[in-house]
């Protein structure tokens, strides 16, 4: 089956330091990753949509240059989270979709919780 | 605007039957996915509907109504393994998927 990793699976920043969360996708080549994170008690929050080669899609609210995603190749997408403070500790998520068709469900990473202090 | 709604929490006891229930109003319709998530993990995918009916899938099966904008999880012969979040997810016009905030099923013994 389809598989998508994330590393590291939890990471402890200080304030003020940038956070890099891979996500790769192990058997299937993705052309869409999809970013999400999770407060405690609630539901998945989409922060942006990235096809690989090209410029992600970021919801509304979702500050580009303080959350940068790379979609570099068909199998990787990384989420940098610059200059962390403690309101972006969160769960985050990432999701790939296998190929071009748009219908085909989500495969979800683990997850990486990110805790500032 | 876009919206899922689906119950905050549920309570069923072990070996019975419980059925969650999800409305939608989105903005165009590609299916709905149901999805699991238990706490601290990521979510798994249970199910995809796309057109009216219902589909079965061991213990667990999924209903989905377009005309009315609704759906269910059938859930039989609980586990206590089931406890855990459900998540209901349309795909809207633009193949997003728009989700539910998610109803959180314990199981008792």
């Known amino acids: 089956g389809a598989v998508v990793s994330q590393h590291p699976s939890r990471v402890i920043c200080k304030s003020g330091t940038s956070v890099k969360i891979e996500c790769r996708s192990l058997?299937?080549?993705?052309?869409?990753m999809f970013w999400y994170r999770q407060f405690p008690k609630q539901s998945l929050m989409l922060m942006a949509t990235?096809?690989?080669?090209?410029?992600?899609?970021?919801e509304q609210g979702v500050e580009k240059d303080k959350f940068l995603i790379n979609h570099a190749s068909l199998t990787l997408s990384t989420l940098t989270v610059t200059s962390a403070h403690p309101e972006d500790s969160s769960f985050y998520i990432c999701?790939?979709?296998?190929?071009?068709?748009?219908?085909?469900?989500?495969?979800f990473g683990p997850g990486t919780r990110l805790t500032v202090l | 605007g876009q919206n899922i709604d689906q119950p905050t929490e549920m309570t069923a006891t072990e070996g019975a039957i419980v059925q969650i229930n999800c409305t939608y109003q989105?903005?165009?319709?590609?299916?709905l996915f149901w999805y699991q998530q238990h706490a601290g993990e990521a979510p798994t995918f249970l199910s995809y509907?796309?057109l009216d009916g219902l589909e079965e899938k061991g213990r667990f099966s999924s209903f989905l109504s377009r005309s009315k904008g609704y759906s269910y999880l059938l859930l039989k012969e609980l586990q206590m393994k089931d406890s855990a979040s459900y998540l209901c997810?349309?795909?809207?016009?633009?193949?997003?998927?728009?989700w539910g905030a998610g109803t959180k099923l314990i199981i008792k013994p």
């Open positions: 990235s096809n690989e080669g090209s410029k992600a899609t970021y």
């Open positions: 989105t903005s165009g319709f590609n299916g």
């Open positions: 509907n796309v």
């Open positions: 997810a349309v795909m809207d016009s633009n193949y997003q998927l728009i």
């Open positions: 058997d299937f080549q993705a052309t869409t």
């Open positions: 999701s790939a979709r296998d190929g071009g068709v748009a219908y085909n469900e989500q495969f």
